[in-house]
């Protein structure tokens, strides 16, 4: 026990030499400020390397909703605003600094930045278990609301929402099952269930349907324009066949752009 408690003293101590001996001038960053705006259309940026999480810092104008009008994709490194909404993002993440890195604080920065982004990984998980379970933008009241398709459809679980139903379009009618809310984790969630891709399936045509939460990737959803994009694979929600009718399936296809593809909220 005394070993173990001196070789902690020991390594606390070379840290702190280390962190001593860095250059005045930071190689990292714990946080970055963007200024992305929409004129009305879609405007992405690219993130900067090493961005692990984006929160929304000040709206500058329109309205800006996560996930409909703002949001990130860390697998494209890409953060876009529409619909009219202008704001001021905080990045958080590890960002390195090339040109002032010196040979001999490498390792004193290595070891830093493995901190740092573990305290920030265990911050993004906390905050996500938080934000996983509250709605959007409908004051927490759960209520959620009607996604629209065309031809005066909605997103409905058919039938009723229990686990299994499969994802449809039908008339609006604003009934439970037609109640969607957003997460911050880009879950759609109803009646307490998720919009799921079965079974995990990437191939075109796979179902959707209402299932348990679960945190998979094939539950999280990205809203790109008046696209629905699954965020395991980038296919677009798709009403089946093209044939926008009341009880026609809806699946998971490459985005091509046709009106079977496209959705409002």
Same mark, same amino acid.
């Given at each position: @026990?005394?070993?173990?408690? $001196?070789? !902690? *003293? /020991? @390594?606390? $101590? =070379? &840290? %702190?030499? =280390? &962190?001593?001996? @860095?250059?005045? =001038?930071?190689?990292?960053?714990a946080e970055q400020s963007l200024e992305l705006r929409s004129d009305g259309g879609y405007s992405s !940026?690219? /993130?900067?390397?090493? $961005?692990?999480?984006? +929160? /929304? +810092?000040?709206? &500058? %104008?329109?309205n800006c909703?996560?996930? *409909?009008?703002?949001?990130?994709? &860390?697998? %494209? @490194?890409?953060?876009?605003v529409n619909t009219g909404c202008s704001a001021r993002f905080t990045l958080s993440g590890n960002f390195s600094d090339n040109e002032h890195r010196s040979s001999t604080s490498g390792a004193a920065i290595a070891a830093v930045a493995a901190i740092a982004g573990l305290a920030l990984l265990a911050s993004h998980h906390k905050n996500r278990d938080r934000d996983d379970d509250r709605p959007d933008d409908n004051n927490g009241s759960g209520y959620g609301r009607q996604i629209n398709s065309g031809g005066g459809l909605c997103l409905d679980i058919s039938g009723r929402a229990v686990e299994g139903a499969r994802a449809i379009v039908f008339g609006c009618h604003n009934g %439970? #099952?037609?109640?969607? +809310?957003?997460? *911050?984790?880009?879950?759609?969630?109803?009646?307490? /269930?998720c919009l799921d891709v079965a079974g995990g399936n990437s191939s075109n045509g796979a179902e959707v349907i209402a299932f348990?939460? #679960?945190?998979?990737?094939? !539950? *999280?959803?990205? =809203?790109?324009?008046?696209?629905i994009r699954s965020r395991m694979n980038g296919k677009c929600l798709d009403v089946r066949d093209g044939r926008l009718r009341p009880g026609q399936a809806v699946q998971l296809w490459d985005c091509n752009g046709g009106d079977n593809q496209r959705w409002w909220w």
């Amino acid at each position: @026990m005394k070993h173990v408690k $001196t070789h !902690q *003293r /020991l @390594m606390a $101590t =070379a &840290l %702190s030499a =280390a &962190l001593l001996a @860095m250059p005045v =001038a930071p190689a990292w960053a714990a946080e970055q400020s963007l200024e992305l705006r929409s004129d009305g259309g879609y405007s992405s !940026q690219r /993130l900067p390397a090493g $961005t692990r999480d984006v +929160d /929304l +810092d000040r709206q &500058l %104008s329109g309205n800006c909703r996560f996930n *409909r009008s703002w949001g990130y994709d &860390l697998s %494209s @490194m890409e953060i876009w605003v529409n619909t009219g909404c202008s704001a001021r993002f905080t990045l958080s993440g590890n960002f390195s600094d090339n040109e002032h890195r010196s040979s001999t604080s490498g390792a004193a920065i290595a070891a830093v930045a493995a901190i740092a982004g573990l305290a920030l990984l265990a911050s993004h998980h906390k905050n996500r278990d938080r934000d996983d379970d509250r709605p959007d933008d409908n004051n927490g009241s759960g209520y959620g609301r009607q996604i629209n398709s065309g031809g005066g459809l909605c997103l409905d679980i058919s039938g009723r929402a229990v686990e299994g139903a499969r994802a449809i379009v039908f008339g609006c009618h604003n009934g %439970s #099952n037609q109640r969607f +809310d957003w997460g *911050r984790g880009g879950e759609l969630k109803v009646s307490g /269930l998720c919009l799921d891709v079965a079974g995990g399936n990437s191939s075109n045509g796979a179902e959707v349907i209402a299932f348990r939460c #679960n945190g998979g990737d094939n !539950q *999280r959803w990205q =809203a790109r324009g008046n696209q629905i994009r699954s965020r395991m694979n980038g296919k677009c929600l798709d009403v089946r066949d093209g044939r926008l009718r009341p009880g026609q399936a809806v699946q998971l296809w490459d985005c091509n752009g046709g009106d079977n593809q496209r959705w409002w909220w």
